[in-house]
């Protein structure tokens, strides 16, 4: 982002441009590739381990104030909805 007082170039402006698309590209690559990993190891997993561990890995990356108000139910429902994501879900659809 400019600054108020900031004066760049065309050129300037395009080069930081492509850089900051460069790096979401990189960031959003490194973030399916670790869900396609994560969905690999998952799938050969039967369906209550694969809740267990979603509902793992959902925990680690909530924030702390949610992850403490988060109940056991809105955890597994959670850990569902992110399977279905993955494509590891059954032929039903999740209960609402």
Not at 47 to 67: C, F, G, N, V
Request: aromatic share 8%.
């Amino acid at each position: 982002m400019l600054g108020e007082d900031e004066d760049i170039s065309v050129h300037a402006a395009r080069k930081r441009w492509y850089l900051q698309r460069s790096q979401e590209a990189l960031k959003f690559r490194r973030e399916k590739g670790a869900a396609r990993k994560r969905a690999n190891r998952l799938a050969k997993l039967p369906r209550d381990r694969q809740i267990y561990e979603m509902s793992r890995h959902i925990m680690k990356t909530l924030p702390p104030d949610e992850a403490y108000w988060c109940s056991p139910e809105r955890l597994e429902q959670m850990a569902i909805q992110n399977l279905y994501q993955l494509e590891l879900s059954l032929a039903t659809p999740p209960p609402h």
